[in-house]
């Protein structure tokens, strides 16, 4: 790479990552918009045009207010962490498989489950530096939670690489130019999209955040600014899984407007589900990932396995 594929990599990346921010704000509006739709009320409707100017008017009031420190929490680790999950958050979505230069090579879906297990670390020193009891107890239940799903998260994208051989995003565009991921592996697609929930921690899998008990669970002492990188970064994870699902399972394309209109239909279930449905019990959540989830995807993983050797065989002998 020479100095000017360099400089527009960089510039590439800059706007990747202001038009994600942007993005996450209007998903934050359209959020509580449909919230409002399902519980019959109104959303935000006074800020703005239909209260389109929300997101905005709600971060410069986050960022202008005082940042309060806990007096027994551990200071540098407390006050970094926020930025370094939004720095995680923001950074993932650069190895997606773009015309431009950016991250994206052979090794790409293995770059990015690296990516995605560092914020384990992030969740439990959130908790563990506010040096808090409540926030200790979520990031505990955060990090069983998430650490639980992504063994299932991991074995599903093992079932797809696979059916690809290959771990380059672009090459699940080629794949799927005939039929969708979605027809021939429907019952992983489901455990996919229920363990992308329990992975952003999500609702009914909102454990670490748990109001009833927890109190926001382990980001109960943050305020103004690190609520908002912490809010931020859950928020861009969200659109990044759904354009990972929209990626493996939904067709790939990610030069045709279809692609992000799959996408935002992902992002708008992921409101649905939280608006219907009500929160498992921690033992029922734990109980699903080892008993259903994790048979169902090994057993797929060896299926494939067997019809990738069985396709192999019949080439050979030809």
Known sequence: MNYGEFYISLINMIILILMVLVSVAFFTLLERKVLGFIQIRKGPNKVGFIGIIQPFSDAIKLFSKEYLMV????????????????????????????????????????????????GVYLIFMAGWSSNSNYAMLGGLRGVAQVISYEVSLFLIFLSVIILVMSYNFLMMSVYQEV??????????????????????????????????????????????????AIFLAEYSMILFMSMLFSLMFLGGNLFSLFFYFKLMVLGFMFIWVRGTLPRYRYDQLMYLVWKKYLPISLNYLIFMFGVMIYICNIFSMK
């Open 179 to 228: 039929i969708w991921f979605l027809f021939i592996l429907f019952p992983l697609s489901l455990c996919l999209f229920s363990s992308m929930l329990a992975e952003t921690n999500r609702s009914p899998f909102d454990f670490a955040e748990g109001e009833s008990e927890l109190v926001s669970g382990f980001n109960v002492e943050y305020g103004s600014g690190g609520f908002a």
């Open 71 to 118: 007096s027994m929490s551990n200071y540098l680790y407390f006050y970094f962490v926020p930025l370094l999950s939004l720095m995680l958050g923001l950074f993932v979505w650069t190895i997606m498989p773009y015309a431009q230069i950016l991250l994206n090579f052979k090794l790409t879906l293995l770059f990015m489950l690296c990516c995605m297990s560092l």
